[in-house]
């Protein structure tokens, strides 16, 4: 049972077809690059789960009609802890920062090797 109360038949079957589109018109995209490897076997799945999980996650988004609580309860939490609210946006930056970082040099490493 969601926020918005139960899901019907229908919402299910939208939510379930969107899903499996968005797997498919990943596969159907990337199918001409593929060379039959492990590496692009494993990237081409996971690339098709994620995409059918986030058009899966907006929908039902979309779909439900008091998702309102949510939104309310960060604003407020926005609003009375501004310093802490700062320290995760900032700490979250800053280990964004450093994974990435570090993908791009062992790339760049990868690369002159």
Known sequence: MSLA???T???RAITACASLFAFILV???QW????GSLGRTFT???LSLIAGLVVWSTLQWLLS?????LSVMARNNLVRRKRNTALVVVGLLVGSAIVTSSLVIGDSLDATM
Do not use: E, K, T
């Open 32 to 35: 001409p690059d593929y060379d």
């Open 5 to 7: 109360g139960p899901w």
């Open 44 to 46: 081409l799945f996971g």
């Open 65 to 69: 009609s008091r998702h309102r609580i």
């Open 27 to 29: 596969v159907a995209f």
């Open 9 to 11: 038949p229908l919402r």
